[in-house]
């Protein structure tokens, strides 16, 4: 038996769930509010399995009601059920550790079903959300990689460095000065998280960008 705790502050829509979820014999509904902080102080005293929630509420919104509670009760599993394909909402809910996100349009069926996954330990994520959320990650993903990436100036540093140029070299073949190419090594360590120039040139090797072992 699943316990459920539901949190809208809209009346109709928590009347009209806590009928069609309390025909499911494997759930029992164990509370209900109509507000933010409600739903924590209900969440911490009945300790529901999973609790319902709204992200548009008075007092505390659902993220906030989610962030309190993976602090402090972090067994209870925080379904966000809203009306909102916001991708920083849907990102929000996600990082925050939101077990589900279900929109308030799919029908009844498949709301029991999201539920039934999330009390037997998985997740889950309406269709839509599941794009939002896949996109949002890939364009992360993407930007992390471009940020670990050297600009075309720093590869030119690189690749003088692994062909063994000193600074004053460098900023001469460059015509900057030995400031900036003080200040591109730097970066470029930082970002392929080496701490030697024996790192550099390994790494300029490995792309190809020169060839052989070298000595420094």
């Keep these: ?15 009209g769930l806590m009928e069609r979820l309390s025909k499911q014999p494997q759930f029992t509904i164990i509370g209900a509010a109509s507000d933010g902080e409600s739903a924590i102080e209900q969440s911490l ?16 919104t659902g993220l906030e009601v989610l962030s309190e509670l ?3 009760a972090p067994m209870i599993k925080v379904v966000i059920l809203s009306m909102h394909n916001n991708k920083e909402y849907i990102v929000s809910a996600f990082r925050g550790g939101a077990k589900g996100y279900v929109l308030k349009d799919v029908s009844s069926q498949e709301l029991v079903q999201a539920l039934d996954i999330i009390a037997g330990g998985g997740s889950y994520f309406s269709a839509g959300v599941s794009e939002t959320l896949m996109e949002s990650m890939s364009q992360m993903v993407n930007r992390e990689h471009e940020d670990n990436v050297p600009t075309p100036r720093e590869k030119d540093v690189l690749i003088l460095i692994a062909n063994g140029a000193c600074n004053k ?10 400031r900036t190419v003080e200040t591109h090594r730097l970066r470029v360590k930082k970002k392929l998280g080496v701490t030697s120039t024996a790192g550099l040139v390994k790494y300029a090797i490995e792309q190809g960008w020169v060839k052989g072992e070298m000595e420094h």
């Design 1 to 15: 038996m699943t316990t459920l705790l539901l949190a809208d502050d809209h009346v109709l829509l928590q009347d």
């Design 45 to 60: 005293a009945l300790r529901p399995d999973i609790l319902l929630t709204d992200i548009s509420m008075p007092k505390k």
């Design 70 to 72: 993976r602090e402090k």
């Design 169 to 178: 070299t460098i900023a001469r073949e460059l015509n900057i000065s030995v």
